[in-house]
């Protein structure tokens, strides 16, 4: 059963300008059958604006799902929106291994849908989609037949949606581990035990751009796990990289994806928070060619901006520490409510306290199988900035 959401006078702009979300102020009045539920949106006059899934117990209460007034979604809708988005990723990659479904990108919010090779990992975000699971897999199913289907459930923001974290395998025999293909490197993770869906491909364009300026480099890889980054700067011919990470299972897969490849003469893995290793190795004076810092989110509220960006400004002094004259500072952040001009602005406050004095030469975001859309600024969340140090 389809329900009802109104929404208070002019609220429905942001909508009309291709926006997904409904915030609970916004809204007047609402009748949904259960968390996740399907919901005909109508302005304030009653005009019908598209459909919704929705959830009362959300800051966000309804996310748009077709700009037509639907009765339900059926497989055939699943196909079509998930062959939408699996086109136009066999146009841009050459082999099966990207980002599927990128949520809000994919006007599918909520959803986010990675292929490695013959497996795929889902992650349902929200009760919506939750709701849509057996929908979603059956579609995956048809479209590319994959050996296994995993679901990985566990991301913090189920709680803010009422629902329970959990990760399995849901067709197939798979034992969770998956390989992604990067440059011809095969990157081994674990889809249930791992960050998100094990991988990280938003990171690939940036990761090759490093790589292209490793020659004879020494690296320090912040924040490294499964050592994507070391890699691409060990086959790039960096003389040697040093990855630090706080979990001892990211370096063991990073340990196994680098000696796959050929390089652990060149690699040095160290365990343990990254701060207080780059104050142990400034005192010791240790230098380096290029500085990599791609921490995990530092803002995942509005409440907590100035905070985070605090955050990005002490990181980047203490990494800075450690760049020899010229040295290369590679910085990231993947918190979509942090502005890349306020990160690049956090970041360069950071590097003059470190004493330092900066040029940048090269700013980039997320891969194309990361799209964001223009009327939901939010969805361009990665952040990629690299600074010549003096």
């Known amino acids: 059963m389809v329900g009802v959401l109104k929404l208070a006078r002019g609220e429905e702009r942001r909508l009309k300008a291709g926006h997904l979300w409904i915030y609970r102020d916004e809204v007047t009045g609402l009748d949904v059958s259960e968390p996740g539920g399907l919901v005909h949106v109508l302005d304030s006059r009653g005009h019908a604006l598209g459909t919704a899934y ?210 652990a003469q060149r690699w040095q893995g160290m365990k343990g928070d990254v701060t207080q290793q780059l104050r142990q190795m400034a005192e010791e004076k240790q230098r380096f060619d290029i500085v990599i810092c791609d921490p995990p989110a530092y803002v995942k509220s509005r409440q907590k901006v100035r905070q985070g960006l605090q955050g990005y400004q002490h990181l980047a002094t203490h990494a800075c520490h450690l760049l020899k004259a010229g040295g290369m500072f590679c910085a990231a952040s993947c918190s979509g409510l942090v502005s890349m001009e306020d990160f690049r602005r956090a970041t360069v406050a950071g590097i003059r306290q470190a004493g330092r004095a900066a040029q940048v030469v090269h700013e980039a975001g997320a891969g194309a199988d990361h799209p964001w859309l223009p009327a939901m600024p939010e969805t361009r969340y990665l952040k990629f900035i690299t600074f010549m140090l003096d």
């Open 54 to 263: 929705a959830n009362p117990e959300s800051k966000i209460v309804a996310r748009m799902m077709s700009r037509k007034a639907l009765d339900s979604l059926k497989p055939a809708w699943w196909r079509d929106r998930l062959n939408t988005a699996l086109q136009m990723r066999q146009w841009l990659f050459d082999a099966p291994f990207y980002r599927w479904v990128h949520g809000e990108g994919d006007k599918l919010p909520g959803l986010v849908i990675d292929r490695f090779g013959q497996d795929v990992v889902i992650q349902a975000h929200t009760a919506g989609m939750d709701v849509q699971m057996n929908a979603i897999v059956d579609a995956v199913v048809s479209l590319v037949q994959p050996e296994n289907v995993y679901v990985n459930n566990r991301a913090a923001s189920r709680r803010h949606e009422g629902l329970a974290q959990y990760a399995h395998l849901l067709r197939g025999d798979g034992d969770g581990v998956v390989t992604a293909m990067e440059d011809g490197i095969a990157m081994h993770c674990h889809a249930l035990e791992g960050q998100k869906t094990g991988y990280f491909y938003d990171q690939r364009p940036n990761r090759r751009w490093i790589g292209a300026h490793c020659q004879g480099r020494r690296v320090l890889d912040l924040f490294s796990y499964v050592g994507a980054f070391a890699v691409q700067a060990l086959q790039g011919g960096a003389s040697e990289v040093v990855s630090i990470d706080a979990s001892a299972t990211a370096l063991d897969w990073a340990r196994q994806n680098i000696a796959a490849a050929g390089y």
